[in-house]
């Protein structure tokens, strides 16, 4: 199953929708070095991109939420630090030399981690700051 961004993610906050794009590009590109022949560097070092996006893209809500007095920001910081921990747990199985199998699922798994997240604590967010005009 390949699914890449999707008009059902957009939140209508250019600055989230643009990262959120860029995350799920990411995942793509994860998904062909695990797919393909080019060995456990490239797909670690794929994952290690995304992470590091995952990172900024965090940082940068948090500081939205502070700035615009969002008052479930502590719960969502909360989901964030989780979620950073699934993927650095998700980046070691694979670094410790994942089975076919488990290589075939990186980009279900990524996309399920990351669509649940936007669809449901980021939906929330964007309601928020669109309510004080953002
Ligand atoms: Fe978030
Ligand atoms: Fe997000």
Redesign the pocket.
């Known amino acids: 199953m390949e699914e890449g961004w999707n008009a059902r993610y957009e939140l209508g906050i250019e600055a989230l929708d643009a990262e959120h794009r860029r995350l799920f590009d990411l995942i793509r590109q994860v998904e062909t070095m695990a797919e393909g022949e080019n060995g456990g560097s490239a797909l670690l070092s794929a994952l290690r991109e995304f992470i590091e996006f995952v990172e900024f893209h965090?940082e940068a809500?948090e500081r939205l939420m502070e700035e615009h007095d969002f008052s479930t920001a502590g719960l969502?910081r909360q989901?964030?630090r989780r979620l950073l921990e699934d993927l650095r747990e998700f980046s070691r199985q694979v670094s410790r030399g994942p089975a076919a199998g488990a290589r075939a699922s990186t980009g279900d798994f990524l996309r399920k981690w990351l669509s649940e997240?936007v669809s449901h604590?980021?939906a929330m967010?964007a309601r928020h700051l669109k309510s004080k005009g953002y």
């Open positions: 965090f809500e969502h989901a964030h997240h604590g980021d967010l």
